[in-house]
C-alpha cells in the first residue's frame, strides 16, 4: 500500500500579479525547508455551478501528516509570506488525507 499523504487543495484568486509573484518568491525556500510537495499547479478553464467565480489556479500541495501541514502553517517565515500574499490573492483551502479502502 502507498504511503498516505495530506493533502492541501487551493483555489487561488489572483488580485495582483505583482504581489502573487512577490508571494511566490518568499514562499518557495519555506516549502523546501518543510519537504512540501507540489503535486499540480493547474490554470482553470471554467467551473460548473453556482455562486462561486472561476478561480486563476487550482494548486495541490502534499504533507506527510496533518502534522507536517501544520507546522508548516505556522512557520513565522510562511505567516509573513501568506500575509503578503492575502493582500493580492483570496484563496480557499480544503484539506483531506489520503488512504481510501
Do not use: C
Not at 519537504?35 to 453556482?50: A, F, R, S, Y
Not at 496533518?66 to 484539506?95: H, I, M, N, Q
Request: glycine residues 4%.
Amino acid at each position: 500500500m502507498a504511503e498516505d499523504r495530506y493533502y492541501a487543495v487551493r483555489m487561488i484568486w489572483v488580485r495582483d500579479q505583482e504581489i502573487w509573484e512577490k508571494y511566490q518568491e518568499m514562499a518557495k525556500p519555506i516549502l523546501g525547508r518543510h519537504n512540501v510537495q507540489v503535486e499540480h499547479w493547474l490554470e482553470t478553464d471554467k467551473i460548473v455551478g453556482e455562486g462561486v467565480d472561476k478561480p486563476d489556479l487550482i494548486v495541490v500541495t502534499s504533507y506527510p501528516s496533518a502534522a507536517a501541514l501544520a507546522a508548516f502553517e505556522s512557520d513565522p517565515d510562511f505567516k509573513k509570506a501568506s500575509a503578503l500574499r492575502d493582500t493580492g490573492a483570496k484563496l480557499v483551502t480544503v484539506t483531506a488525507r489520503s488512504g481510501l479502502p
